[in-house]
Every structure is written in structure tokens, then in C-alpha cells.
């Protein structure tokens, strides 16, 4: 049989005969079939639950790698470290160089109790830092448009030998990489779980078809039309699809409700979850799923039409 | 048909150069020993086959044209009785007889089918399942099953197969009588007895497939 014998099970046709009451009942005419029913259900259910979880990762790693972009492009020092008789006219040069430099809203030299805060964790408290040579510390917050780090670095190791311009650059980059792969990763697991759901309905559609084949035999052979029969296996599994993800996502959903919240947890799990109207995005899951199992099943249908005569 | 060869495979055909033309209202037997072809033959007229060489024509059209759609409509215009009934075991029986209305999107008219189910004195047993039915029940389930779209042509095959005299005698009664209605009637069958109680009262030609070709046989009888 040729494919183009098949045309009448074309993606329209199957769509309207999908969407049309059945009043008279023609979906009777295939038999329930238990297991592959409850398989289609449970498998349908437990993908979308998967998919709540890799979109929610999708999400907070997007939201990371934007968060930690932002927070520190915005946030630049300058680091002096020079001899006592030369660090104060350094200090003065440098401040007087970051307020001339195009792209910079503001420069702010660290003060002492400032340094002592940030030194704290490793000398404790009441850390004398007059007696310590710790370089000074000027905290430069970029205007929109952000300035020119490669020539600032140059004209600083002009007027200022000891300083040192640290935009972050080095340790910035590897954690937005990182946060970005992640979301590839969780984009790449929505595709993995919609492909192995639709592994998984195929499997049950095709199972339902191949123990119902003495019954489209009958069908064919009393004058049913292939549409009328697809239509009836179609209908059901795009119906048990769509309830099984309903359902998954449904508990997905609650679950990543329910985790801990940020002052309970680490920052990156609270951030696990969806914001505003993120909460949106899994409603999609469903009309997904029984997409899935709309396509899967026709492709299991025409393939068992195709022996039939 | 007309010079009409059919086989399963090779180069041996099962049958040829065959030529019939079945007219409206005519009432035909067709014999032959076992593994003649006799089912092969039927399964021809309603496309379940095609023809390896000849032509093929019903009610107009080139069988060997026809769509899958175009097969489905053939079909509702051919009723067939079928040598192991093939029912829905999951539906009942006055579901499984209204089975081609259903499939068609047409109207199931509930009188109507009340009446077809007392002409085949099988009104007790509406919502019985397949299963629970007799030989004899089934076959006349089939045979309302395969007249419920009013067609213009019966296929029976061997339907008194498994049945007794008197089962097979109502059977053909209510076969001659869709006969005299203006359908056209075809029997496979192997019983000489039925084609000769059926020639009292009809004007029944009788085919018989001999060595790979269809013969008439009417004046064996």
C-alpha cells in the first residue's frame, strides 16, 4: 500500500475528528483495554511531573546567570597597594582619574570600619587594619552604558603603578557559564522527557492497536473509513494523555509550592521554583502532552492501517 | 469481471481468467471443492483482494483505483456474510448489527432495528454478547448485520456451514426473501442440498471454480 493511500488520515482531518462530539458513540467500537490505559495515564503523569521540575530548573538557572551577570558587571574595584609615603597620592590620583573616566556613575573609597567588615571572617574582630598594610579599596559602580576597562587599566599603570583595576571578569565568567548551562541542561531535559513520553504513549497505542487488530479487520471490512477508525484510538489516547500530564503537573506543581522557603534554605534551592507569572509556563505541559500522544498515536495508527486492507 | 486472475504468490494463480458480472437482483451459487477458492473468490468482490491481472469492476468503478475511502464506501454497498461471522465480543449483539450505521455516522433508527432483529428471530437476545449466541444465532446476526446498510449485493460464505437443516433452511428463506427484494445474492457453499432447495424457489444460477476457472453448473444439478 502506498503512503498517499493514507491521505485521508491527514493531520486536519484527524484534528476535526478529534475535536467533534461523538454523540453516536463510534469511539465504543474499540474495546477498553486496561493496562495499556492505565500505562498511558501513569506514564503521561509521571513525565509531566518530571517536566514541572526541569522547566522550574530552566527557569532559576535563566534567572541566576541573569542575576549574577547584572550584580557583578555592576560592581568594579580598584585595589592600591603601595608604599605608606605613596599610597595617599595614589589613592587622590586614581580617585581623580575614576571621575573623569566616561561610563562611570560612581567612585567610592572603601572606609576603614568598611575593610575591617570585609576582613572580619578571616582576622575577627577589632582587626587593627592601621597597622596592617592592606591595600585600599575604591568600589566603582558603572553607569548604563559602562566604560572602557582596557584603556582605564592603562592609564591607571600611567599615573598609579600600585593600582589595580579587578572587574571580575576572571571568576564572573565561569559562574554565568555555568548558570547558562545549566538552563541548557534543564531545556535539554523538557526535550528528553517529551520525547520519551511520546516513546512511551507510542508503545501503549501501538500495544492497544496490535491486540485490537482482529477488531479494525471487522471495522475495514463492514465499510469503516480509516479516519473513523484512527479517530476512535486517537481520541482516547490524546484524551488519557492529557489527563495523565494534567495530573502530574498538578502535583509537580505542588510540590515545588511546598519547598522551603529562601530564609529556610540555600539561595539556589529557593530559587528552584517559578516567580509571578512563571507559574504560567506548566499549564503548558498538558496541552504538550496530549499533543504527544495526538501525534504519537496517529503515527501508531497509520502504521497498522497500512497492513490492513 | 473479466478475465480476472488472482494468486498469493508466484507465478501460480489460485485463479483464472475469470469473467462474471453479478446483475442487480439475480441469486447465484458458488461451489467448488475446498480450497477451490471459492473464499478467495468472495474476498475479490468485496476488495479485500486485488486482482493480479484482469479487470475488476464494481458498481462502475475500477476496483483497482479505488482509494482506501473509496474501498470503505464499496464496501457499505456490499453486504457480507462472513464464513466465521467476525463480531465486536465487546459489543452487543443489536450494537454489533447496527456496527456499519455506526462507522458511517449514520442515524441508528431504533425501530428499524428492532424490526430486522425479529425478521432474524433474534429480538431476545438484543443485548446478548456474541459469545452467548448459537451456531445458528450468529449466522443470522451476521446476515442482519450484513443487510442493515440495505445493500445492493450479498456475499454469503458458507453460511450454513455449522448449521442443522432447519437452520440452514430459515437462513436461506430469509436470503431469498432480501433476493426477491431486489438485492443481488452470492453463496459460497459446498451443500448440493441447499443449492437444490434454493432452485425451487428461486431462479438461482449455480457456479462452480474447476481448475482454476469459474464454470456454470447449473445443469449438473
Not at chain 1, 541573569?66 to 558587571?73: G, H, M
Not at chain 2, 441508528?108 to 452467548?132: C, N
Amino acid at each position: 500500500m502506498k503512503k498517499a493511500d493514507l491521505k485521508s488520515l491527514d493531520l486536519a482531518a484527524l484534528w476535526r475528528g478529534l475535536t467533534r462530539p461523538d454523540p453516536a458513540g463510534t469511539d465504543r467500537v474499540v474495546p477498553p483495554t486496561g493496562f495499556t490505559a492505565q500505562l498511558t495515564v501513569f506514564s503521561a503523569a509521571a513525565m509531566a511531573f518530571l517536566a514541572v521540575f526541569a522547566l522550574a530548573l530552566a527557569l532559576a538557572t535563566g534567572r541566576l546567570a541573569e542575576r549574577w551577570s547584572t550584580e557583578l558587571a555592576q560592581t568594579v574595584t580598584v585595589r592600591i597597594s603601595a608604599p605608606d609615603d605613596q599610597i595617599d597620592e595614589q589613592t587622590v590620583t586614581v580617585m581623580e582619574a575614576l571621575k573623569t573616566t566616561p561610563g562611570i556613575a560612581e567612585a567610592r573609597l572603601l572606609p576603614d570600619d568598611e575593610v575591617e567588615r570585609l576582613l572580619e571572617p578571616w582576622f575577627g574582630p577589632d582587626v587593627p587594619v592601621e597597622a596592617l598594610p592592606v591595600p585600599r579599596l575604591i568600589e566603582i559602580t558603572e553607569a548604563a552604558d559602562g566604560f572602557d576597562a582596557a584603556a582605564l587599566r592603562l592609564r591607571l599603570q600611567g599615573e598609579a603603578p600600585g593600582a589595580v583595576l579587578d572587574d571580575h571578569t576572571r571568576w564572573r565568567q565561569p559562574l554565568v557559564s555555568a548558570a547558562n548551562r545549566l538552563r541548557v541542561l534543564g531545556l535539554v531535559s523538557l526535550l528528553l522527557i517529551g520525547a520519551a513520553s511520546g516513546a512511551m504513549i507510542t508503545l501503549a497505542a501501538k500495544a492497544a492497536l496490535a491486540a485490537n487488530g482482529q477488531v479494525i479487520r471487522v471495522l475495514r471490512l463492514i465499510g469503516a473509513r480509516d479516519i473513523t477508525i484512527a479517530t476512535a484510538f486517537v481520541r482516547r489516547f490524546t484524551r488519557r494523555a492529557a489527563m495523565g500530564a494534567a495530573g502530574g503537573t498538578a502535583l509537580g506543581m505542588g510540590a515545588i509550592w511546598a519547598l522551603p522557603s529562601m530564609d529556610q534554605a540555600g539561595s539556589f534551592l529557593t530559587g528552584l521554583g517559578f516567580q509571578g507569572w512563571g507559574w504560567l509556563w506548566p499549564l503548558l505541559i498538558p496541552p504538550v502532552a496530549a499533543a504527544i500522544g495526538f501525534v504519537a498515536t496517529r503515527w501508531a495508527a497509520l502504521k497498522m492501517l497500512r497492513e490492513v486492507r | 469481471m473479466q478475465n480476472l486472475s488472482f494468486g498469493y504468490s508466484g507465478n501460480d494463480p489460485l485463479l483464472a481468467d475469470m469473467s462474471l458480472t453479478l446483475q442487480p437482483g439475480s441469486f447465484h451459487f458458488l461451489t467448488g471443492p475446498s480450497g477451490a477458492g471459492k473464499t478467495t473468490f468472495l474476498r475479490l468482490c468485496y476488495a479485500e483482494l486485488m486482482p493480479s491481472a484482469g479487470q475488476m469492476t464494481a458498481f462502475g468503478q475500477d476496483v483497482r483505483t479505488l482509494s482506501r475511502d473509496g474501498i470503505a464506501a464499496l464496501r457499505r454497498r456490499v453486504g457480507v456474510v462472513h464464513q466465521d461471522t467476525q463480531f465486536l465480543d465487546h459489543l452487543p449483539v443489536a450494537e454489533n448489527i447496527a456496527l456499519p450505521l455506526l462507522v458511517s455516522g449514520e442515524q441508528i433508527d431504533m425501530p428499524a432495528l428492532g424490526e430486522l432483529l425479529a425478521w432474524v428471530q433474534l429480538s431476545g437476545h438484543a443485548r446478548a454478547m456474541p459469545p452467548e449466541l448459537s451456531g445458528g444465532e450468529r449466522q443470522r446476526a451476521a446476515l442482519a448485520r450484513a443487510v442493515i446498510m440495505s445493500p445492493d449485493l450479498i456475499l454469503a460464505d458458507e453460511p450454513t456451514g455449522n448449521l442443522d437443516w432447519d437452520m440452514s433452511m430459515r437462513l436461506l428463506q430469509l436470503l431469498i426473501e432480501l433476493n426477491r427484494s431486489g438485492k443481488a445474492v452470492l453463496i459460497a457453499t459446498h451443500d448440493l442440498n441447499l443449492i437444490r432447495a434454493a432452485k425451487q424457489q428461486v431462479q438461482a444460477r449455480v457456479l462452480r471454480i474447476a481448475g482454476k476457472r469459474l464454470q456454470l453448473a447449473g445443469a449438473d444439478l
